[in-house]
């Protein structure tokens, strides 16, 4: 069921399967989110959830257990329900059942809220431990974005803009061994704020940036100064990808707490870096948002 919410400024379409976001529409009409063409990507905005990339052989141990871990998780295969909504808002919530059980052994609630803004969509994503025992998870945001927004620009003609300069190197992502490659370089930012964009950057996959100082990250053209930016302060790493073939009109800005399968990293689940943890009964919530420029 395809729920839709709009205000003075803006319309959204939020899908109950995977509480995926569907569209992000200004008043003029004009979308910003990608449009789940087939032919490059099918999805939206998919939730990551509770892991995110591949594990290793597609399994992961909880405690010394073994069970399948689809690529990142189920939760974006899941069926939502409608737990509370108003004229600008929805809050859509998945919870345990025998079935997630057999990939994952934890009893959780997973809640999706968005609501509009003045500048675009705030979203709030509450998880929350049902059961007496420590829980670890991952989450993650995958929004695709139109880029470029306008079919006569280039998708070279966009950059993006970190809120802060930054040093730092990426983790590759080695496509043998389906695996974050921590023994080599990758991309490498030497105090910049800005990383121009081509195609070229994806041949490797995504673009994967552990614990960036900045906590905001636009996708504009610095031309025109038209784009989104998305502000993900409850996040530790932020990734990039389109399809390394090219060619789509589309950029993924990804917030991410955990991430693929490292090559310094064995097979339980508790080991990864960056997880969360929530201890017997306790939530937490991760905020995320998304400004039109």
Not at 148 to 158: G, W
Request: charged share 25%; with cysteine; hydrophobic share 35%.
């Amino acid at each position: 069921m395809v729920i839709y919410k709009q205000n003075s400024d803006f319309s959204i379409s939020v899908d109950t399967l995977g509480a995926q976001l569907l569209s992000l529409k200004d008043k003029t009409g004009r979308e910003y989110l990608w449009q789940r063409n087939p032919a490059f990507w099918p999805r939206s905005s998919p939730i990551l959830f509770p892991s995110i990339g591949v594990c290793r052989n597609n399994r992961t141990a909880f405690e010394g257990i073994w069970y399948p871990m689809p690529k990142h998780g189920f939760g974006r295969d899941e069926e939502f329900f409608v737990s509370s909504q108003t004229d600008e808002s929805v809050t859509m919530e998945l919870s345990w059942s025998q079935r997630t059980k057999t990939m994952y052994p934890y009893e959780f609630s997973l809640s999706l809220s968005y609501k509009l803004t003045e500048r675009g969509l705030s979203v709030d994503y509450r998880v929350q431990n049902l059961q007496d025992k420590d829980m670890p998870y991952c989450l993650g945001a995958h929004p695709g974005f139109l880029c470029p927004l306008n079919p006569e620009e280039r998708f070279e003609d966009y950059r993006l803009e970190f809120e802060y300069e930054e040093t730092m190197a990426s983790i590759p992502y080695n496509l043998e061994t389906l695996e974050l490659d921590v023994t080599r370089p990758g991309l490498f930012l030497n105090h910049s704020r800005v990383l121009p964009l081509s195609y070229d950057l994806f041949r490797e996959d995504a673009v994967y940036f552990e614990n960036p100082r900045s906590r905001k990250v636009a996708l504009v053209h610095p031309q025109t100064r038209k784009g989104v930016e998305v502000r993900f302060p409850d996040f530790d790493g932020i990734a990039f990808w389109t399809p390394m073939e090219g060619g789509a009109r589309l950029l993924c800005i990804e917030p991410w707490n955990g991430a693929d399968i490292r090559s310094d990293e064995d097979d339980e689940f508790f080991h990864k870096h960056h997880i969360r943890l929530l201890s017997g009964f306790q939530s937490r919530t991760h905020h995320l948002e998304i400004n039109i420029l």
